[in-house]
């Protein structure tokens, strides 16, 4: 299975700023995806990152808020964009190959104060 | 009503105790059903796989569906102190689906 690794791992950031998250995969997957947990609720879909496109993104998500970038297959990007105290929350790159389950990396913890 | 119910927890059992964990759910367009696990500051690790009904066992874990009842559970047997985590549920549609449904995770605590 795909190991996937996401950094930074955590960050404490200021509200109206924007965080870039990175998410590299040790193996070519053909989709990754990008949730958010918050604490309580069920994993959300916040889009899937397209290789060399534009992402496709889950209702109550636009690309201004969350832009994502997927260079090549192993790379992707979530950006959180103007941030309020809502935004604050983990974020979770996901992968899969064909049909295969999903496997995680170790999520971002944003904290915005 | 939620698509996948799991009750929260926070569920606590002394070492060597058999663990039921369960999920309902309500569309019985589900074929694949999956149990993660998630111990915390980490992100959710697969523990379980299985497409349609019955069980699938793998060590001291065994997944069991019941498609007619919509109702999906994780069994751990001889639980052990390195268990305690946040279990998740999580079920997709037909192969070429990508959309995952998850439960909100149940709170296991195996006390030592």
């Known amino acids: 299975s795909a190991v996937i690794s996401q950094k930074p791992s955590r960050d404490i950031c200021q509200r109206g700023t924007s965080l870039t998250i990175q998410c590299q995969v040790d193996?070519?997957?053909?989709?990754m995806f990008w949730y958010r947990q918050q604490p309580g609720q069920s994993l959300t879909l916040i889009a899937t990152?397209?290789?060399?496109?534009?992402?496709?993104?889950e209702s109550g998500f636009v690309i201004d808020k969350f832009p994502i970038s997927r260079p090549n297959l192993t790379f992707s990007t979530l950006t959180v964009s103007n941030m309020s105290p809502e935004d604050s929350s983990i974020y979770l790159c996901?992968?899969?190959?064909?049909?295969?389950?999903?496997?995680f990396g170790n999520g971002t913890r944003l904290t915005v104060t | 009503q939620k698509e996948v119910e799991q009750d929260p927890g926070p569920l606590s059992v002394p070492e060597g105790a058999i663990v039921s964990l369960n999920c309902t759910y309500s569309n019985s367009a589900f074929q694949y059903f999956m149990w993660y696990r998630q111990y915390s500051r980490k992100g959710p690790e697969l523990l379980m796989y299985t497409y349609s009904s019955g069980n699938k066992e793998d060590g001291r874990f065994t997944a069991q569906v019941d498609k007619s009842s919509k109702y999906i559970s994780l069994f751990i047997r001889d639980s052990q102190p390195s268990d305690s985590a946040t279990y998740l549920c999580?079920?997709?549609?037909?192969?070429?689906?990508?959309?995952?449904?998850f439960g909100t995770g149940t709170r296991l605590k195996v006390l030592a």
């Open positions: 193996s070519q997957v053909t989709m």
């Open positions: 999580a079920m997709k549609e037909a192969s070429g689906t990508y959309k995952y449904i």
């Open positions: 996901s992968g899969r190959t064909g049909d295969s389950p999903l496997h």
């Open positions: 990152a397209n290789q060399g496109s534009e992402a496709t993104y």
